[in-house]
């Protein structure tokens, strides 16, 4: 019979190896995008991105929902095609970077769903935290670049109201409506990447 420091010793060992699998992916900020749609007078959007996002997706294969993921985007760098429109959002009518310079999620809960996933987690920006749903695909294959590092990527969208966040700034039409629509659709085209220590592998989505 075993005797309890021997199953005491076994489990530690089962634990570290099991920590020792764990991995630790990096956000490539140069295949990364983090985008978004508004209304604008109600016949028309506005789309733009943040270029500058940074993160991490900590992982262990086989385990999805032990997955932790957080991501970090620099809010001064939204993009909208229009030097002008951009200033503008960049003021305390909108994301008022000066006091809310990044905007972070930071994810609570991941599972696996038929074709793809769902990311549950906190959402600040402007410094009001929400809790939001992206449903997304990928994060289920492994790739090897040239240079031997390891690739994954991940495309999750959602949808917030930007009221909700206290990004209030509206005008009203004088045909009726208002210039800013509230609803906010959200996406993330994300490449991850983390130094090559196994062979090319598929690491699936299923526990």
Do not use: Y
């Amino acid at each position: 019979m075993l005797s309890i420091r021997t199953l005491a010793a076994a489990s530690a060992l089962l634990l570290a190896s099991t920590a020792a699998h764990a991995e630790t992916w990096q956000i490539d900020p140069t295949h990364t995008r983090v985008g978004f749609r508004v209304s604008h007078m109600m016949v028309s959007s506005v789309e733009g991105s943040f270029p500058d996002v940074s993160g991490t997706l900590d992982l262990q294969p086989g385990k999805l929902s032990d997955a932790k993921v957080s991501v970090e985007v620099t809010m001064n760098t939204v993009s909208t095609g229009n030097d002008q429109r951009d200033e503008h959002l960049r003021t305390s009518d909108f994301l008022d970077v000066a006091n809310h310079p990044t905007m972070t999620f930071s994810s609570t809960g991941l599972k696996a769903k038929r074709g793809g996933f769902e990311l549950t987690g906190d959402l600040t920006i402007r410094g009001v935290t929400k809790r939001v749903t992206f449903t997304g695909t990928g994060l289920d294959q492994v790739a090897v670049d040239p240079w031997g590092n390891k690739r994954m990527g991940a495309h999750a969208t959602t949808i917030v109201n930007r009221q909700d966040f206290g990004v209030a700034w509206n005008q009203a039409l004088e045909t009726g409506g208002l210039l800013v629509g509230d609803e906010l659709p959200l996406q993330i085209d994300v490449e991850f990447t983390r130094p090559n220590d196994t062979a090319n592998q598929q690491i699936g989505l299923a526990e």
